[in-house]
Antibody, heavy 117, light 106 residues
Framework: EVQLLESGGGLVQPGGSLRLSCEASGFTFRSYAMSWVRQAPGRGLEWVAAISGSGDSAFYADSVTGQFTVSRDNSKNTLYLQMNSLRVDDTARYYC??????????WGQGTLVTVSS | SYELTQPPSVSVSPGQTATISCSGDKLGGKNACWYRQMPGQSPVLVIYQDTKRPSGIPERFSGSNSGNTATLTIGGTQAMDEADYYCQAWDSGSWAFGGGTKLTVL
């Protein structure tokens, strides 16, 4: 059974940093690209970043380029999202998503990030 | 960035057919998929590669994609189908999501 367990969310002040983690199980982690998708309260889904199975290639939404960094440790079956210079409008639930071709076939439960003073 | 447009809301009577559209430039040339999100839950894939259903998704969910429009069709709509539905496509190394459609079963 595929499981994706996010952690690392919480309350942070504007300008602060957080690192999210997503621990994966139930599939060959290194074989699949992964994405982070976020959802602000009461809003729609917004893709944030993706990374290839090997970790060699990463892609970012324009809104987070230069601010967020996606990475992975295939020896630990874990995906990461380093978020710096956080702003109030980064407040959202952040989902870890497993890719299958060009779509996401499994989603985690998400971790909530709140940016507020 | 690539943009996908969905109607904010669709209403349907129980037992009727619901259709939700998703428009984007030359969307028919890309693989479109659809997610259902129930309140307080994570999105679930209901249609991928335009027309295919993952295991566990009822046959009354179907999809099509041609020209600039992808469509999600739910036949014999039930109260349990009330949810937000999002279309998604992959373009130039990134995912694009539609703004979401709230399906109400009246």
């Amino acid at each position: 059974e595929v499981q994706l367990l996010e952690s690392g969310g919480g309350l942070v002040q504007p300008g602060g940093s957080l690192r999210l983690s997503c621990e994966a199980s139930g599939f060959t982690f290194r074989s699949y690209a992964m994405s982070w998708v976020r959802q602000a309260p009461g809003r729609g889904l917004e893709w944030v970043a993706a990374i290839s199975g090997s970790g060699d290639s990463a892609f970012y939404a324009d809104s987070v380029t230069g601010q967020f960094t996606v990475s992975r440790d295939n020896s630990k079956n874990t995906l990461y999202l380093q978020m710096n210079s956080l702003r109030v409008d980064d407040t959202a639930r952040y989902y870890c998503v497993k890719h299958f071709n060009s779509w996401g076939d499994y989603w985690g439960q998400g971790t909530l990030v709140t940016v507020s003073s | 960035s690539y943009e996908l447009t969905q109607p904010p809301s669709v209403s349907v009577s129980p037992g009727q057919t619901a259709t939700i559209s998703c428009s984007g430039d030359k969307l028919g040339g890309k693989n479109a998929c659809w997610y259902r999100q129930m309140p307080g839950q994570s999105p679930v894939l209901v249609i991928y590669q335009d027309t295919k259903r993952p295991s566990g998704i009822p046959e009354r969910f179907s999809g099509s994609n041609s020209g600039n429009t992808a469509t999600l069709t739910i036949g014999g709509t039930q109260a349990m189908d009330e949810a937000d539905y999002y279309c998604q496509a992959w373009d130039s190394g990134s995912w694009a999501f539609g703004g979401g459609t709230k399906l109400t079963v009246l």
